[in-house]
């Protein structure tokens, strides 16, 4: 099982990109990674994924070097309403394995 | 809202009972995903059904069991509850039984322990 680690908590303005890291060391050749959001007392939901390289979407980027032991999920331009806990989750293309989130980064927008 | 109904949204009882948590899953999906988040903590991952057959199973207390029924909807049975059962469980749902498929989590329901 990839083993995550992720930085507690951010703290960011208004308007600046957010770099967020998550290590997954041990991940394994089938894993691709997938980042998650939560705001207080909701469901996690999807922000992005991918598996090498670079992907965009019309909310974040996600950035995977090539040796893939991290991942960097970049949001451009944050807003107050971007505070919320962060999750990646290394999962494999593959079924019958036991999920293992990240222990999410928590981002708090300041105006 | 993800389409993905979980009931009760509270649910307050005892030490040492037993109660039952339903999921009905996005219309469509066939896996269900259950997790168990404490306060303040990250998801952890229960357990997994695909049309009917576990999946996979993360660190679920032999106290916890779960099943998917025909029309595959879910069940998450707790039983001997203790405080530290206490959490926000949630149930997610996907369309196939791979890992990496996207989850559409449900609201949660809310289990406190007295």
């Known amino acids: 099982l990839a083993k995550t680690t992720q930085p507690i908590s951010m703290d960011s303005y208004e308007g600046q990109e957010v770099n967020i890291t998550c290590s997954h060391n041990n991940i394994a050749t089938n894993d691709y990674i997938t980042w998650y959001q939560q705001f207080p007392s909701q469901g996690p939901r999807f922000i992005i994924q991918?598996?090498?390289t670079k992907v965009t979407n019309e909310v974040a980027s996600l950035f995977i070097p090539a040796d893939r032991k991290s991942s960097t999920l970049s949001l451009p331009r944050v807003s107050l309403s971007d505070t919320a806990v962060y999750y990646c989750l290394p999962a494999s293309n593959t079924g019958r394995r036991a999920l293992t989130f990240g222990s999410g980064t928590r981002l708090q927008v300041q105006p | 809202d993800s389409g993905v109904t979980q009931t009760p949204k509270h649910l307050i009882t005892a030490t040492g009972q037993r109660v039952t948590l339903r999921c009905s899953p996005r219309?469509?999906?066939?896996?269900v995903y259950w997790y168990q988040q404490s306060l303040d903590q990250g998801l952890q991952f229960l357990i997994q059904y695909y049309n009917g057959e576990e999946r996979a199973k993360g660190n679920i207390l032999e106290r916890f069991s779960a099943q998917q029924f025909p029309d595959l909807h879910s069940e998450l049975n707790l039983s001997s509850l203790e405080l530290g059962d206490s959490a926000l469980y949630f149930c997610?749902?996907?369309?196939?039984?791979?890992?990496?498929?996207?989850?559409?989590f449900g609201p949660g329901t809310r289990l406190t322990v007295l």
């Open positions: 991918g598996y090498k």
């Open positions: 219309s469509g999906d066939l896996s």
């Open positions: 997610a749902s996907s369309t196939r039984d791979r890992g990496y498929d996207e989850q559409f």
